[in-house]
């Protein structure tokens, strides 16, 4: 019901922007997020997006450089990753979570209990 698509390899200061297509259920009464895991590290919440709460979230290290959106024609989620990091490098999971939960994408521990879970596509960025 989340399929992710559009990782790859990019230097340092490059783009890519990555899609999550969703079916199963509504925007309208889940968060919808992404969440990142690199080799050896826990799993961090990088941005979600609730239509219906008007509610944003990127965590500090993305802010200014990462842009989430919807397109509900396409029932798909769009996160664009400029000016890439290597330490943006990690598996990019697409998530989602009741809209009441918002919040569980800033935490450490709320990522792990996420309603929705798909498999994840890799970012590398190379210096």
């Known amino acids: 019901q989340l399929q992710a698509s559009g990782g790859g390899s990019v230097q340092a200061g490059g783009s890519l922007r990555l899609s999550c297509a969703v079916s199963?259920?509504?925007?309208?009464?889940?968060?919808i997020g992404w969440i990142r895991q690199a080799p050896g590290k826990e799993r961090e919440g990088v941005s979600c997006?609730?239509?219906?709460?008007?509610?944003?979230y990127y965590r500090d290290s993305v802010k200014n450089r990462f842009t989430i959106s919807i397109d509900n024609a396409k029932n798909t989620v769009y996160l664009q990753m400029d000016n890439l990091k290597p330490e943006d490098t990690a598996v990019y999971h697409c998530?989602?979570?009741?809209?009441?939960?918002?919040?569980?994408?800033?935490?450490?521990?709320?990522?792990?209990?996420?309603?929705?879970w798909g498999k994840g596509t890799l970012v590398t960025v190379s210096s």
């Open positions: 998530a989602a979570v009741d809209r009441g939960k918002h919040w569980y994408f800033s935490l450490s521990s709320g990522v792990y209990g996420m309603d929705y």
């Open positions: 997006i609730s239509i219906s709460d008007d509610y944003i």
């Open positions: 199963g259920f509504s925007f309208d009464d889940y968060a």
